[in-house]
């Protein structure tokens, strides 16, 4: 049974360009969750996704960012007009719910690594 | 800001020594979790442990919780150096779904 996974591993782009990370869920998994993590630093969450749906979408910056999580397919984050502000790791988690009364741990990919030049 | 403060934030320690590392939170919460983080990889789940309970065990893992501190701490026992990584907090902060709140973890290093 795959894990999360995530690509690229590794992302380099520079300024003013876009940059579109994937993550497709473990199998099973409806719920996904996009963090951010910089340097030395815990986890930050960004966004979570059902199917289709953009459930909780606080953690995302108004402007550049976007993310989705179509029918079919991997969930994309989305960022445009990359600034050197952007670079970070980025990591994707699914469960196979979003109720915290499960007591279900989220699994998390590898994460892609993203460098703005 | 940051729901979950993790302490010691660095922590050096010798093969067969113990290790604990403590977490602290802001708000109700329906668990917290235990990750580890080694250099350049993703999270990998270590244990849950729900607000009703006090101790709970995974092998050479130990973790409390004390919901009238707001804390819980992670004890490996028998530590070694594949033990070597970053170790965060987590929790769901009550938000109603399971968004994760990190703490700012602990770099653990463990010598042989």
């Not at chain 1, 999360?4 to 996904?32: D, F, I, T």
């Not at chain 2, 979950?4 to 067969?16: F, K, N, R, V």
Request: hydrophobic fraction near 30%; include cysteine; glycine fraction near 8%.
């Amino acid at each position: 049974n795959a894990g999360v996974m995530q690509n690229p591993r590794h992302l380099v782009r520079r300024r003013g360009q876009e940059a579109r990370l994937r993550c497709s869920p473990m199998k099973g998994h409806s719920h996904v969750y996009w963090y951010r993590q910089l340097p030395e630093e815990g986890l930050k969450f960004m966004v979570y996704l059902q199917k289709e749906n953009i459930i909780d979408e606080s953690g995302m910056p108004k402007e550049r960012f976007s993310a989705e999580f179509p029918k079919e397919g991997p969930s994309i984050l989305r960022i445009q007009q990359v600034v050197r502000g952007d670079s970070a790791a980025y990591f994707c988690a699914s469960s196979p719910t979003g109720d915290p009364l499960s007591n279900q741990p989220q699994h998390f990919g590898d994460g892609t690594r993203l460098s703005i030049l | 800001s940051q729901q979950g403060e993790e302490d010691p934030q660095a922590l050096s320690i010798q093969e067969g020594e113990n290790a604990t590392m403590n977490c602290s939170y802001k708000t109700s919460i329906n668990n917290l979790q235990w990750y580890r983080q080694n250099s350049g990889r993703g999270l990998v789940h270590l244990i849950l442990i729900r607000s009703n309970e006090r101790e709970k065990h995974s092998g050479r893992l130990r973790v409390t919780l004390d919901t009238s501190k707001k804390s819980s701490s992670l004890l490996i026992t028998a530590s070694r150096a594949a033990d070597t990584a970053s170790y965060f907090c987590a929790t769901d902060a009550n938000t109603g779904f399971q968004k994760l709140v990190f703490g700012t973890g602990t770099r653990l290093l463990v010598s042989p």
